[in-house]
């Protein structure tokens, strides 16, 4: 199948399983951030709306019972999703750190560690 690289701010990626990547610290930074901005977006949407029938002269209607279910959906979503990023940035490091601790003492824990010992073959 065809990949097609896209290059952004943060780099190479091949869409959105590799921008807000979990098995990285990065990954669950740009989630945040991105959830930051919709719950902004999301939030503000009845000022946005007003703005926009202001600019394109049509009839303003957003009642206080939609704005109330936006905030709400808000709240939920990336409130949600924001939450969730910071929670797994906690498990990802005790992971990491635990991952870390394991291979103390194993056989390939040593300092003079050669491509032999590894894959059998000698070094190159």
């Given at each position: 199948?065809?990949?097609?690289k896209?290059?952004?701010?943060?780099?190479m990626?091949?869409g959105?399983?590799e921008?807000f990547?979990s098995?990285?610290?990065?990954?669950h930074?740009?989630?945040?951030i991105f959830?930051v901005l919709g719950?902004?977006?999301?939030?503000n949407?009845?000022?946005?709306m007003?703005?926009?029938h202001?600019?394109?002269?049509?009839?303003?209607?957003?009642t206080a019972?939609q704005?109330?279910?936006?905030r709400?959906?808000a709240?939920?979503?990336?409130?949600?999703?924001?939450?969730?990023s910071i929670?797994?940035?906690?498990?990802l490091f005790?992971?990491?750190?635990?991952?870390?601790?394991?291979?103390?003492?194993q056989?390939y824990?040593?300092?003079k560690?050669?491509?032999k010992d590894?894959?059998?073959d000698?070094?190159?």
């Open positions: 199948m065809w990949r097609i896209v290059r952004n701010l943060w780099g990626h091949n959105p399983g921008l990547d098995g990285s610290y990065a990954g930074i740009r989630g945040i959830c719950f902004i977006f999301v939030w949407i009845d000022s946005i007003q703005w926009e202001s600019i394109f002269g049509l009839e303003y209607k957003f019972g704005q109330r279910v936006s709400f959906w709240v939920l979503i990336c409130g949600g999703g924001g939450f969730f929670v797994n940035i906690g498990v005790y992971r990491r750190r635990s991952a870390i601790k394991s291979a103390i003492g056989w824990d040593k300092e560690l050669t491509s590894l894959y059998g000698e070094d190159k």
